[in-house]
């Protein structure tokens, strides 16, 4: 099967390359290898410290609706952090002391999320805080898998039913100015978390779950309706296992479920992950891209590549496949011309093009300027 | 050493990391909460299970085995084989004589065929469907697929000369459904290969590829059918053919359960056994021709069966039926539609599986098509019978535009 351009992997960097190629009018198809690093999705884009009209726009097109702002999110374990742009049901407040008195909400029985956390957390910053669970019965074990009330399941629920939970949560506020409630909404039904702010009288936050993240698996699924809208190969649960490569240049890549069928394509993007996403493997002799086995910067050193105090920054983040300035990766040494890394696949090599959410959209946008650059040139020759 | 008895597993329960996703997209813990789901029932149970068999839960049998667990895993983690191969191992109840009926899908057929209006006529009165349902707890509510009076294979033998006739060859599995329920299919396939100027030779005596056993704890016989089915592939292959398939499942059981779960070494078939619509694909990519009839006209929502999405082979089927000339297109979400096979027969998963699919079924009546496409025949009676659209599987739909 032949197509403009063949992207391995599905998460962020990959589902914004092939949006963007799709746009342009190329043909391109997305192997994922099971579902992607966007179920672990905080809602905050890392690293995109400016407001990006392309970004805005790529998003709002497939119904992902961000806001930008500069300040601090809270954590799931009530710590802060900075942000600057985030999906709209994710909050960005000036400072820490968002509220005076807020009221902590979870449902009975649902474990993973960390109320007693975040209220220690918010009274360090002086915020008084009150914990209340709510007891609904469509989330009681006759109607859920007792051990897997998770974060999904409910969210299920919740988008027939938020408005019982909202009753509730009347019911329990008194004078707080803030209600915190666990991010279960909004997965099929996207109006879900406006409208609970709508129906409340005091400001709502949703504080991050345990995995997956539903705003997370939302964004997912809407840049992936996308992409197929636009006639995007969404190749869900395959993985590329192996190129031909001659002369600097990928010729098809075989994967797992089409083996004898390769993939063909002008150009290649990879995007396939670090560490976490197994885009980066490692032995206790090296670190290695498994695909292609393309040429990794890390320290020879094996007691280097980590800090034994688990909380440190960690060396081994940093490590990725090298590249040139148009994210050409090397293979033994020379470039692959035709062949694009992109994501966290590139660790901290490129620290001028961000890290996390922020590393992976522009990382993709370089990418793809780059190969309708090229295919422009290619063109006028 | 008792560790190693402890922690290896033949699949690879080691590598979850826990991260649950494979729950969020299980259909059945979306409906049934008796079901443990697939982390618990999978992985977390494997490591249980090796310690002490104690701990198999017999809720496992509500597992559909539409492998969505594993299409989902971003560890590659083997959910579905997990739950299967435990069920195989440790479940050791007899099968029940309403499962053991539901599973001999071609001894069930070759029985009905040769009274098949009689069969047929029965089975789709209501107090029929009335005792099934008191005395072997076969839901009510279901439609029972028609049986047809004459085989496929009884009708490709009429033809083996004229067939034999055509320069290239292919061997067709057409499974039970196409030779006992719907000759039909297996005869479209025939006209499309044909028109690409293959000719189509039946197997040396196939038998039912066994998922039905495999699910219905009959894993003895569903050994059995794999070794001879192996066995009867390896003859076509050795006489260098590849051999087709038009049912999803069929060919995911054939190609991965048969060494995956029952232990039947297959690697000297299996890369021969393909999909009909790849083959036909690869043929026109490579610049075969189909004429086209120039007034055909159909809009069609294409359903991928999570079998043929296991496969990862949806997209021949998808890219088969956009190349029709006045075909409008639509590819509904990726959902399982509930029935998995016997399953949804069965009167304790009636209601899952019609929740299952409702999100489909409100799909496909939102898209309103002329006909749903689908390899998968179990897909076709549900969705049929759940929202009244017609439901072609794609082979059929070419030989249909054929000019």
């Known amino acids: 099967m032949k197509f403009d351009s063949v992207i391995m992997g599905g998460g962020l960097a990959g589902m914004v390359a092939g949006i963007s190629l799709q746009q342009e009018g190329k043909s391109t198809a997305v192997i994922s290898t099971g579902q992607s690093c966007l179920h672990f999705f905080s809602g905050s884009f890392e690293s995109l410290a400016e407001p990006s009209p392309r970004v805005a726009e790529l998003f709002s097109q497939a119904g992902i609706r961000l806001h930008y702002q500069k300040g601090v999110r809270l954590m799931p374990l009530g710590s802060f952090q900075e942000s600057a742009l985030a999906l709209e049901d994710i909050d960005i407040f000036p400072t820490p002391q968002f509220s005076r008195r807020t009221l902590i909400v979870n449902f009975m029985g649902y474990h993973d999320f960390f109320s007693s956390f975040l209220a220690e957390g918010l009274e360090k910053q002086g915020i008084q805080c009150r914990i209340r669970f709510i007891n609904l019965p469509e989330l009681e074990p006759t109607e859920m898998a007792r051990g897997e009330m998770r974060p999904v399941q409910i969210a299920r629920t919740m988008d027939r039913i938020w408005e019982k939970a909202v009753q509730e949560i009347r019911l329990l506020l008194k004078d707080e100015d803030t209600v915190i409630l666990p991010q279960v909404f909004g997965l099929q039904d996207i109006s879900v978390p406006s409208r609970i702010r709508q129906a409340l009288p005091a400001r709502v936050v949703f504080a991050g779950t345990m995995p997956p993240s539903i705003p997370g698996i939302r964004t997912q699924m809407l840049l992936k309706k996308r992409y197929q809208l636009l006639g995007g190969t969404f190749l869900m649960g395959d993985e590329a296992v192996r190129a031909h490569i001659h002369d600097g240049v990928v010729h098809s890549i075989v994967t797992k479920n089409l083996d004898s069928h390769y993939l063909e394509g002008d150009s290649f993007i990879l995007a396939t992950g670090g560490l976490f996403s197994k885009g980066l493997k490692s032995n206790p002799f090296q670190i290695f891209e498994p695909v292609m086995g393309l040429d990794v910067e890390y320290a020879e050193d094996r007691n280097t590549w980590y800090n034994p105090s688990f909380a440190e920054k960690q060396p081994y983040m940093d490590y990725g496949v090298k590249t040139d300035e148009n994210l050409h990766p090397f293979l033994e040494g020379r470039s692959v011309t035709n062949l694009y890394a992109i994501g966290s696949l590139l660790g901290n090599t490129r620290p001028e093009l961000g890290s996390g959410a922020g590393l992976a959209i522009n990382s993709a946008f370089a990418a793809v300027d780059e190969i309708l650059r090229s295919a422009q040139h290619d063109k006028e020759d | ?403």
């Not at chain 2, 895993?73 to 579905?80: T, Y």
């Not at chain 2, 690409?196 to 699910?215: D, F, N, P, S, Y």
């Not at chain 2, 898209?367 to 759940?386: F, G, H, L, R, Y």
Request: aromatic share 8%.
């Open chain 2, 1 to 403: 050493m008792k560790l190693q008895e402890y922690t290896t597993s033949k699949h690879n329960f080691e590598e979850c990391m826990k991260c649950t996703v494979c729950t969020a997209y299980c259909p059945v813990l979306q409906v049934n909460p008796l079901y443990p789901g697939p982390k618990q029932a999978g992985p977390d149970g494997e490591r249980l299970r090796l310690k002490d068999p104690y701990f198999f839960n017999y809720a496992l049998k509500y597992c559909l085995n539409c492998k969505r667990c594993e299409v989902a895993c971003p560890s590659g983690v083997k959910v579905a084989d997990l739950i299967q191969g435990a069920r195989i191992k440790y479940d050791h109840r007899p099968p029940k004589l309403r499962d053991q009926i539901l599973a001999s899908t071609d001894f069930m057929g070759s029985l009905a065929r040769p009274f098949a209006p009689i069969v047929n006529g029965v089975t789709g009165l209501g107090i029929t469907k009335t005792v099934l349902d008191a005395t072997l707890k076969i839901d009510h509510r279901r439609t029972f697929p028609k049986y047809s009076g004459r085989s496929f294979e009884g009708w490709l033998k009429r033809r083996t000369k004229e067939q034999a006739a055509f320069p290239e060859q292919v061997a067709y599995f057409h499974g039970c459904y196409v030779n006992y329920n719907y000759p039909q299919l297996g005869k479209d396939l025939v006209k499309v290969l044909n028109a690409l100027g293959i000719g189509v030779q039946l197997l040396e005596k196939e038998k039912c590829c066994g998922i039905a056993m495999i699910t219905n704890g009959m894993s003895a016989q569903a050994t059995k059918h794999a070794k001879h089915n192996v066995g009867v592939l390896a003859k076509a292959v050795e006489k260098g053919l590849k051999i087709v398939t038009t049912s999803s499942t069929c060919t995911l059981t054939m190609r991965d359960e048969y060494p995956n779960l029952l232990g039947v070494d297959n690697s000297a078939v299996r890369d021969s056994l393909l999909m009909a619509t790849r083959l036909i694909y690869e043929k026109l990519e490579k610049g075969a021709v189909l004429k086209f009839r120039a007034d055909y006209h159909k809009k069609i929502a294409y359903h991928t069966p999570c079998h043929l999405e296991k496969l990862g082979w949806g997209v021949f089927s998808e890219r088969l039926l956009k190349m029709i000339p006045g075909v409008e297109f639509t590819l509904l979400d990726s959902n399982c539609c509930g029935i998995s096979g016997t399953y949804g027969f069965k009167k304790e998963n009636y209601e899952a599986s019609q929740n299952i699919g409702a999100p489909l079924f409100e799909q496909i009546r939102a898209v309103n098509p002329d006909v749903v496409a689908c390899d998968c025949e179990t897909c076709k009676w549900q969705i049929e019978m759940s929202t009244g659209y017609p439901v072609m599987n794609p082979i059929s739909i070419l030989a249909e535009a054929l000019e």
